[in-house]
């Protein structure tokens, strides 16, 4: 079996109590494993804000020029822990996140495409994605930068709903302008929202940039707007796509509470979201897929999530798609994208049935049934597209994976603090960067990253023979 040479790569500046224990805890680890391994401790001495990607770059090309045949980048606080089955090892076909279950996270993610920590790439991972961007400066958004790398290469893992996705499928397409569909009040949806019932959609969102650009969190001028998908209004209840990337559900008791569960959803991806209710156990759960938003992983608010009293009753309402009337601003009103099919039924579905919509839809207890292909309730349209298309679900884009459980050495708190970057305008800048141009397709990454590193060594220190310490000015 061939022999493969692991090159750690180490970002470094001011962390020498956790270096001193990230030495030999690390090393003592991946000996315990037989990796044959070198350490790269990349440290800027330069008087530049600190850059993450480009040490993680140099570290990498140094490491490839030492004879390592693949790298770690690594983060300096990650400790593996001896019993939580970190594998070290190369990584074949695809980039490998192994730092996946973390004490600072309880040991969970720290948000679903968290691809930090600690990742595995082969010199070919490096060519083909061209490594980390060399632009983002100070704290944020350099891992994430990577993974979306790897997503347009072909090296994340997309998988997408089983069985019979949609074939011919007709579809509204909504302007977001003036695009709605009313479907008037029937005898069926008597008392729907205010006992045991379920809502599900075939929605997919496209984003409105024109009209509020992406909410950021580092963008104080942005306003957060939430577009109508499935509405009934007064107090709304339904579901929306909002600007922060994410599909929402809201729904209110009879004291006018308002309840707020959300995931996580790129815009141009069909998506099959369910909402369930037992007024019984007072638990309403958000699926996305027939999978429950799970808000440990930091893709989801909490699901299931308890109300108080009883759920709130709208009377003789019709329902509303891709519209509001209760906004009826071009901005708040109006959704933009396509809905295929819409079902609704007075009583909670089990997760089991909910996890196989894609294939059998139940019949019993259902009070609205429209499938563009077959509809079966009465709809009116308003300045609607009718179309049609071979539909195909993805599931969310994640990282190829293997559980890793890492201790997190104590550290002070750079990310989200009380809902803002602790870095301020500096990860606001590289949140922008991140959302609005790489991600949008507008940033060539074969032209910013390991193949474009500047940088000067100034020398060199040898720790052990197996650590060393590189210091560059960048």
């Known amino acids: ?10 970002p470094y500046r001011d962390r020498e109590i956790h270096m001193h224990e990230f030495i030999p805890r690390t090393g003592k680890y991946l000996k315990s ?19 993450r990607g480009a040490t993680k770059n140099i570290g990498a090309k140094i490491a ?8 770690c980048f690594h983060d300096i606080d990650m400790i593996p822990e001896a019993d939580g089955g970190a594998d070290y090892s190369y990584p074949g076909k695809y980039p490998r996140h192994i730092a996946t279950n973390i004490s600072q996270m309880d040991y969970g993610l720290k948000y679903h495409e968290y691809f930090g920590g600690a990742v595995l790439f082969t010199k070919k991972h490096l060519e083909n994605t061209n490594g980390y961007s060399n632009d983002y400066w100070d704290w944020g958004m350099e891992d994430d930068d990577l993974f979306w790398r790897c997503h347009l290469e072909g090296l994340t893992n997309v998988t997408y709903l089983k069985a019979e996705n949609s074939k011919d499928q007709k579809f509204a397409r909504f302007n977001g302008d003036t695009s709605k569909i009313k479907i008037p009040f029937h005898t069926k949806l008597r008392g729907l929202t205010s006992g045991d019932h379920s809502i599900s959609v075939l929605v997919r969102n496209q984003h409105q940039n024109h009209k509020t650009g992406i909410f950021l969190i580092g963008d104080a001028d942005i306003k957060y707007i939430e577009h109508p998908i499935f509405r009934i209004p007064g107090y709304d209840y339904g579901l929306s796509f909002n600007n922060s990337r994410a599909i929402s559900m809201t729904y209110w008791n009879n004291f006018n509470k308002h309840h707020y569960m959300w995931i ?21 759960h958000l699926y996305l897929n027939g999978n429950e938003i799970n808000s440990k992983a930091g893709y989801g608010s ?22 509001t009337p209760s906004f009826p601003d071009k901005l708040h009103g109006y959704f933009k994208g396509d809905i295929a099919k819409v079902y609704a039924w007075n009583r909670c579905l089990t997760p089991g049935e909910v996890l196989s919509l894609n294939r059998v839809v139940p019949e019993g207890s259902k009070v609205l049934d429209l499938d563009f292909n077959n509809p079966k309730v009465k709809y009116e349209a308003t300045d609607v597209e009718m179309l049609k298309e071979d539909v195909v679900i993805p599931n969310s884009i994640i990282p190829h994976r293997i559980s890793g459980r890492f201790r ?6 750079e990310g989200l603090v009380d809902g803002k970057w602790a870095k301020g305008e500096t990860t606001a800048r590289n949140e922008k960067r991140y959302v609005t141009q790489m991600q949008q397709g507008k940033i060539n990454y074969k032209e910013d990253g390991i193949k474009q590193l500047k940088y000067e060594v100034v020398d060199e220190e040898i720790f052990t023979p197996w650590a060393k310490m590189i210091n560059i000015k960048l």
Not at 1 to 10: A, E, N, P, Q, W
Not at 37 to 47: E, G, L, P, T
Request: proline share 3%; glycine share 6%; charged share 25%.
């Open 408 to 413: 997190c050495l104590p550290h002070k708190d």
């Open 264 to 284: 996580k959803r790129y815009a141009d991806q069909w998506s099959w979201v369910t909402a369930t209710f037992d007024k019984y156990s007072k638990l309403s």
């Open 1 to 10: 079996m061939t022999k493969h040479k692991l090159g750690v790569c180490i």
């Open 33 to 51: 494993k037989g990796i044959d391994f070198q350490m790269y401790f990349i440290h800027q001495v330069d008087d530049k804000l600190f850059n």
């Open 302 to 323: 909490p699901s299931p999530l308890k109300w108080e009293s009883n759920l709130k009753s709208y009377g003789l309402q019709d329902i509303y798609l891709g519209h």
């Open 64 to 71: 490839l020029e030492d004879g390592c045949d693949y790298v």
